[in-house]
């Protein structure tokens, strides 16, 4: 495997190769930037994004039949969006997989075309930042509603001082003037 994180499929010939890897790792880190949400979404740069995330993984790969076999897991703390407060707080994500890449003109892409476990690679090597970073970026699209805890901060990112200064019985008038308006918004959103 080069620093890319990609494998030559004559390397897989003979015996499977097995690998274990962080985000020290440069083609984990490659992996990461892939992918990043878009800073629009997330509200911090990739460049943040990937900074602050820890990965784990494992991955086999081997070949079977005509096909290449990518097994293994991811696991780490990554950035996301609170889907209660709208600010980026770090969640632990965890997955394993099991992938089946198939040569492009292989004949077989009408059949296996549905399905989001094969992937169709051309060329010589597999990219695995590429074929990984799909399995992150799949876990980004889970919603999430975040419980609050018993003091009035959200289970997720642990925000939410304005709310409970609000519950333990201050005047909600005089609490609302020195808020601003999103904190306001959000304070309404609450009362419902
Ligand atoms: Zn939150």
Redesign the pocket.
Known sequence: MDAHGRISIRELQSKPVDLKATQKDPWVGELLQRAAPPENVIGVSRAHWVAQSELRTEVRIEKVASDYMVTGSLSGRVLST??????P?PIVRSTDFRLFLVPKNSGTEEEASDDPDYVFFEGESISLPEILAEQLIVLEGVAEC?RRKGDG????????PKFQQAESGQGTKTLAASLTSDQLEKLKALKL
């Open positions: 609170c889907s209660r407060c709208a600010d707080f975040p901060s959200c289970s997720f990112c642990g925000k939410n």
